[in-house]
């Protein structure tokens, strides 16, 4: 029976979770292992997902950006350090954005631009004509 990536993911995380240098790599060998034994080996993109995934729910976000027209200042840095612990903070200076900003949260994107705000209000008024 084909065992979920999830289940990868989650054996990966337990096999790897606290070790370092020598330890680290011995785990992820006999992980590989694991995965040749079950023919598992070439689903290695589904499995980094989902461990993606399990990662996030174990230690928050990884990655988080801020983009503004101007270049956004200590006080947001460490704003986002508070709610984003452990992550790592990129603060950028982006000048083809009108207004706004955009915080991207590894994958995910909000988009607080007055472009979108635009786009948005001519969805709504075109959408109710």
């Given at each position: 029976?084909k065992?979920?990536?999830?289940?990868w993911?989650?054996l990966?995380?337990?096999l790897?979770?606290?070790?370092?240098?020598?330890?680290l790599t011995e785990?992820?060998?006999?992980?590989?292992?694991?995965?040749?034994r079950?023919n598992?080996?070439?689903?290695?993109?589904?499995?980094a997902?989902a461990f993606?995934d399990?990662?996030?729910?174990?230690?928050?976000a990884?990655?988080v950006?801020?983009?503004?027209?101007?270049e956004?200042?200590r006080h947001?840095?460490?704003r986002?350090a508070k709610?984003?612990?452990?992550a790592?903070?990129r603060?950028?200076?982006?000048?083809e954005l009108l207004?706004?900003?955009?915080?991207?949260?590894?994958d995910?994107r909000?988009?607080?631009?007055d472009?979108?705000k635009?786009?948005?209000?001519?969805?709504f008024?075109t959408?109710n004509?």
């Amino acid at each position: 029976m084909k065992k979920p990536a999830v289940y990868w993911a989650r054996l990966l995380y337990t096999l790897a979770s606290q070790k370092t240098g020598e330890e680290l790599t011995e785990a992820l060998r006999v992980f590989v292992q694991h995965l040749e034994r079950h023919n598992a080996r070439s689903r290695w993109r589904e499995i980094a997902r989902a461990f993606e995934d399990v990662w996030r729910k174990e230690h928050g976000a990884a990655t988080v950006e801020l983009s503004s027209v101007e270049e956004p200042d200590r006080h947001w840095r460490d704003r986002l350090a508070k709610t984003f612990p452990g992550a790592e903070i990129r603060l950028t200076r982006d000048s083809e954005l009108l207004g706004g900003a955009v915080l991207q949260i590894d994958d995910r994107r909000i988009d607080m631009t007055d472009r979108a705000k635009l786009k948005a209000l001519t969805n709504f008024l075109t959408a109710n004509v």
